[in-house]
DNA sequence: CCATGTACCTGAAGGC
DNA sequence: TGCCTTCAGGTACATG
């Protein structure tokens, strides 16, 4: 589910709830989804802060860190200590803190994962640059373009290069910057990839303004759905017509999954 | 190095 | 009303 605009939703509204609550216990309610891997307990220590990297989510306690990744249909729900209960049907593990609030990680799928760690440097090592890093260029893109004969889709899906990006905001990427899917990274033109590299920005900035999108699953930590997915040029727009030409928007499976785009407008670089 | 398939899971949707 | 297949915001791993 979640891609980089849906977990900085998340991050951002944590940022305001999780700082200075201490940890009194955690329930853990199906054992894949918590990976307790450092010797430190959590048990009495308290956020310090968060972070993100691609669609790692980083709370960071005084002694350790939690590292959240969602996948396919994971949420992390802040439950306020008084008011209603929030709705978590499939509920895997609950951050109980002390001042009677909690963290709730609900995933139907169970393939959302939580490491508690020492240190978040080592479960990042493989992780490329987050895609919204004011450090990453346009020409440090298409240094990495060149780098690769990787077809675009699967280069942008993989996290090597560029964290963050998923299957809807690959597809509205390309689509917006006239790249079909198939092309082979290295020969993408400087001009294309800048204009590939001005589109993730855009499109992800976009994204993050209204609170990501939700096709099924998704929620934010106030347990809301998001508004970017009224926006979609290609993705789950099979049928309609191209925006630009008119003609219809194809589905292919492409790199292993669901690809939308538009044959005429997008160009095959190989 | 790169592409493809499978595994991990549950539930919704579509075909018959 | 079933029953069966396919598909889903992701990633890790095995195999040519």
Not at 229 to 238: A, C, D
Request: include cysteine; hydrophobic fraction near 40%; charge should be positive.
């Amino acid at each position: 589910m979640p891609e980089l605009p849906e977990v900085e939703t998340i991050v951002r509204e944590l940022k305001s709830y999780l700082p200075g609550r201490k940890i009194k216990n955690v329930t853990v309610l199906w054992d894949k989804t918590f990976l307790n891997l450092s010797p430190v307990k959590i048990e009495d220590q308290s956020v310090q802060s968060l972070g993100r990297r691609g669609k790692y989510i980083l709370i960071y306690l005084e002694r350790s860190v939690l590292i959240v990744h969602l996948r396919m249909t994971g949420q992390l729900l802040f439950q306020q200590k008084g008011s209603g209960v929030i709705r978590a049907d499939h509920l895997r593990v609950a951050f109980n803190f002390q001042d009677g609030s909690a963290l709730l990680f609900n995933d139907v799928r169970k393939f959302g994962r939580i490491y508690h760690l020492q240190n978040a440097d080592e479960k990042l090592q493989k992780v490329g640059i987050d895609a919204v890093d004011p450090t990453l260029t346009a020409s440090g893109f298409y240094r990495m373009l060149q780098s690769s004969k990787m077809n675009i889709k699967a280069f942008l899906l993989s996290q090597r290069f560029v964290a963050g990006m998923g299957n809807i905001y690959v597809d509205e990427s390309l689509f917006r910057s006239k790249i079909h899917p198939a092309s082979v990274s290295d020969k993408i033109k400087r001009s294309a990839a800048k204009r590939l590299f001005d589109e993730m920005q855009a499109v992800l900035s976009f994204a993050i303004e209204h609170m990501g999108s939700t096709i099924s699953d998704y929620r934010d930590a106030n347990g809301k759905v998001g508004n970017a997915q009224n926006f979609f040029y290609v993705y789950q727009q099979q049928g309609t017509p191209c925006v630009t030409c008119g003609n219809p928007i194809k589905k292919i499976k492409h790199a292993g999954r669901g690809t939308h785009f538009c044959e005429t407008c997008q160009k095959l670089y190989v």
